[in-house]
Every structure is written in structure tokens, then in C-alpha cells.
């Protein structure tokens, strides 16, 4: 038979890993794999907050153990163009780590007594979003860095929880798009599982590997909250084929003339030769 108070303290450790699982999903949603389609976001450049949907709760569960709060949220940043379009798969933006609380303070629990307070964090990686168009419903994929979220329980037990352990964690879900009097939802009612690791004492679910996560977020555009953040299909303009014009043949160069023979400079005329002076008479002898 175990103790009263021990499987008290067990139900407490649990806590913990519901916890810590819903602290790594805020931007969380399950679904398949999808297919690398030509995908847009927009509007470019404008930045966004992930917040419960009104009245709604994150719920987080391992076996009989439930925590619930009341308060989630997160924000990102649509990449400015062209980074906002992407021709064969998602188009990923940034994540502020998320936070969790119940009316600004620690989460309850199922179990009494027993309350978890969570911590996320960038230390070994950032945290990205992930948007894929499809038209038979585009999905969102966030990836928590290694130990990118810890959750440390208090009450008759002393658990730490760790999300993603081992390295990153990449988990996907449905994007609900947003209607004339609402705007679009990140979907996680349907549950997502996380990897975790578990640590602390005797009593510690400690052999605990996984956790689900369940909630619905509402996404709204914060640089100009009358439009909304879209996912669509990208326009990807056909590639014209532009006709290559042969090249004009470079006409042969027209062979240079001759070059006309210079005349042969005309001799110079011999000088004429001067006279031979007339000689002059001898003088006529005087009588």
C-alpha cells in the first residue's frame, strides 16, 4: 500500500509536467505535415500578440493531473517583403518566448496545495513560427529551443520540468482564419503532445517523457489592429521565356586597299654645266 500523502506528492510531481507543457505551446497547433505550397503572410512587417481566446483556459494534463491558466500570450513579427513570401514551403517569423500565469500569479492545479510557476526562455535558440498555406487548411508549426521552457513546482513536492531536453522541438497544427467579427485562431484545442524531462526527488514522475497541451489563441494585429494577420496562397508570376535573338554575324572587315605605290621621286636634272670663260684677247702690242 502506498502512504496517503505519497501518492499525494506523486499527483503534485505530475503537475508539473502538465505545466511545463503548456508553457512551451503557446504558438503550438497539431495536425499533419504539410506540403511545400507557394505560402504569403501579411500584412509585411506587421507585428502581432497571441493571447487566450476571450473566456478560454490553457489547459495542460499528464494522466488524471490537470493545470489550468487563465493567461498565455506571446508575440511575433510578420517579415517585411519579399521575406514574407516563400515559394516552396512556410514562411517562419520570430517568437517571443511565452508566458503563463492565472490572474498575473501561479497556475493552479487539480491537486491541493500544489501550484507550478514557468519560465521560458531564448538560451540556446530562438523560438519560430511557421506558417504554411494550404487550401485545404493552412497549419502553423513553432519550434522551442533545447530547454526552452522550465517549470519549477512548489507545495508537497519539488519537481523541475524541462521542455524539448534533448534540442529543439518542432509541433504543428491548424490555422483558423479570421472572420469579419473575429480574428483568426491558432487551434490547439485538439491536444499536442511535448517532450519533457522530468527531475527532482524520489517522488518525481521522473520516467515521464511526455505532456499534452490544449488551448486556443487568438491572434491580432498590433501595428493596425482594423486589419488581421492572413495566410494565403503566394501569386508566383510564370518565368517568361524571352526569345534569344541570334546574334547578328559581324560582317567581314572590308579588306584594305592596296596601299597606292608611291611614285618614284623624279631625278633631280644634272646642273648645267658652266661655260668655260671666254678667254680675253690678248692686248694688241703697241707700235
Known amino acids: 500500500m502506498v502512504p496517503p500523502r505519497s501518492r499525494t506528492v506523486r499527483r503534485s510531481a505530475l503537475v508539473a509536467v502538465a505545466?511545463?507543457?503548456?508553457?512551451?505551446?503557446?504558438?503550438?497547433?497539431?495536425?499533419?505535415?504539410?506540403?511545400?505550397?507557394?505560402?504569403?503572410?501579411?500584412?509585411?512587417?506587421?507585428?502581432?500578440?497571441?493571447?487566450?481566446?476571450?473566456?478560454?483556459?490553457?489547459?495542460?494534463?499528464?494522466?488524471?493531473?490537470?493545470?489550468?491558466?487563465?493567461?498565455?500570450?506571446?508575440?511575433?513579427?510578420?517579415?517585411?517583403?519579399?521575406?514574407?513570401?516563400?515559394?516552396?514551403?512556410?514562411?517562419?517569423?520570430?517568437?517571443?518566448?511565452?508566458?503563463?500565469?492565472?490572474?498575473?500569479?501561479?497556475?493552479?492545479?487539480?491537486?491541493?496545495?500544489?501550484?507550478?510557476?514557468?519560465?521560458?526562455?531564448?538560451?540556446?535558440?530562438?523560438?519560430?513560427?511557421?506558417?504554411?498555406?494550404?487550401?485545404?487548411?493552412s497549419t502553423g508549426t513553432m519550434t522551442i529551443p533545447k530547454a526552452g521552457v522550465v517549470t519549477t513546482i512548489s507545495g508537497l513536492a519539488s519537481c523541475v520540468v524541462t521542455v524539448a531536453p534533448d534540442g529543439p522541438a518542432s509541433i504543428s497544427g491548424p490555422w483558423v482564419p479570421g472572420t469579419a467579427t473575429g480574428s483568426p485562431v491558432l487551434d490547439f484545442s485538439a491536444g499536442v503532445a511535448l517532450p519533457i524531462r522530468v527531475t527532482g526527488g524520489l517522488t518525481c514522475p521522473t520516467g515521464a517523457t511526455t505532456a499534452t497541451f490544449s488551448a486556443r489563441y487568438a491572434v491580432t494585429d498590433t501595428t493596425d489592429p482594423t486589419q488581421q494577420i492572413t495566410v494565403s496562397a503566394a501569386v508566383v508570376p510564370e518565368p517568361t521565356e524571352t526569345p534569344t535573338t541570334e546574334p547578328t554575324p559581324t560582317e567581314e572587315p572590308s579588306p584594305t586597299a592596296e596601299p597606292t605605290p608611291t611614285e618614284e621621286p623624279t631625278p633631280t636634272e644634272e646642273p648645267t654645266p658652266t661655260e668655260e670663260p671666254t678667254p680675253t684677247a690678248e692686248p694688241t702690242p703697241t707700235e
Request: contains cysteine.
Open 19 to 137: 505545466v511545463l507543457a503548456g508553457a512551451g505551446l503557446t504558438t503550438l497547433q497539431a495536425g499533419p505535415a504539410q506540403a511545400a505550397a507557394a505560402t504569403t503572410v501579411g500584412p509585411a512587417g506587421h507585428s502581432y500578440n497571441a493571447s487566450l481566446v476571450a473566456g478560454s483556459t490553457a489547459v495542460f494534463k499528464v494522466s488524471t493531473t490537470t493545470v489550468t491558466c487563465n493567461q498565455s500570450v506571446n508575440t511575433g513579427a510578420v517579415p517585411a517583403e519579399p521575406a514574407n513570401t516563400s515559394t516552396d514551403g512556410p514562411v517562419v517569423s520570430p517568437l517571443t518566448p511565452p508566458t503563463f500565469a492565472n490572474n498575473g500569479g501561479a497556475c493552479p492545479t487539480n491537486v491541493l496545495f500544489t501550484t507550478a510557476r514557468t519560465v521560458s526562455n531564448s538560451t540556446n535558440g530562438a523560438w519560430t513560427f511557421a506558417l504554411q498555406y494550404d487550401p485545404a487548411g
